[in-house]
């Protein structure tokens, strides 16, 4: 079965500076989707960039970009020019990419707290 | 504005007693799914629907039910065999047509609580 783990609980960065959360996964397949996700206090989950496993360049988007390492399972979400708004709980998610009975799951980890100093 | 909308906003259950949490969307989505929150957890999948009329188990389906008789619709019935209810509930959708890496769009959630 497929795991997600992410080590940091909490982490903190000041304004306009940038932050590094962990992400690795277990799993025995070659073609699957890697997730970030952010919870911010009004606890709707909003999507902030994938990656598929196949592409081997790092996926982008605005200041938001992942380091995304196949060999080692490392799937990591590199937040630049943070602002207050980045203030949420990320989490990082993994999804098979096969259809069927897999498909619908998308497996989480415990997510990571960051907290944005003004 | 097209989205999910999930009510109510927060719910409490006696004991012996079925809840229903209600989840529409109107993003002509096929794929809907409802995921269960616990305090310093990720979300685990209860159970999702692909189709109208089809749906399957999650990895933590026991004590739930669904019904997906409408497209627009995915109601979530959490039953008095469900032991430790509390939790936060969020549905969400995607196209379903689109592949494993398509983006699911999530509600705002529904707190259950038990009374």
């Known amino acids: 079965a497929q795991t997600v783990t992410q080590s940091q609980p909490e982490m903190s960065v000041q304004e306009a500076e940038t932050v590094t959360l962990s992400c690795t996964y277990d799993t025995s397949e070659s073609d699957y989707y890697l997730f970030w996700y952010k919870q911010p206090p009004s606890r709707q989950m909003i999507l902030v960039i994938r990656q598929e496993a196949y592409k081997q360049q790092n996926a982008t988007e605005n200041r938001f970009s992942v380091n995304f390492q196949k060999a080692a399972k490392s799937f990591s979400l590199k937040i630049s020019d943070s602002q207050l708004g980045d203030a949420a709980m990320y989490f990082c998610?993994?999804?098979?990419?096969?259809?069927?009975?897999?498909?619908?799951?998308?497996?989480f980890g415990k997510g990571t707290k960051l907290s944005v100093k003004p | 504005d097209g989205g999910i909308t999930q009510s109510p906003k927060y719910l409490f259950r006696k004991e012996g007693q079925n809840v229903t949490l209600s989840c529409e969307q109107n993003?002509?989505?096929?794929?809907m799914y409802w995921y269960r929150q616990d305090p310093g957890q990720g979300l685990r999948l209860i159970y999702y629907s692909q189709i109208v009329n089809d749906f399957q188990k999650g990895d933590i389906a026991e004590g739930y039910s669904v019904s997906r008789e409408k497209k627009e619709s995915f109601p979530l019935t959490v039953t008095s065999a469900q032991k430790n209810p509390t939790a936060f509930y969020l549905c969400?959708?995607?196209?379903?047509?689109?592949?494993?890496?398509?983006?699911?769009?999530f509600g705002s959630g529904t707190q259950l609580s038990v009374l």
């Open positions: 998610a993994y999804r098979s990419a096969g259809y069927g009975g897999s498909q619908g799951n998308l497996i």
């Open positions: 993003l002509n989505h096929d794929a």
């Open positions: 969400a959708s995607s196209m379903g047509r689109t592949g494993a890496g398509e983006k699911l769009f």
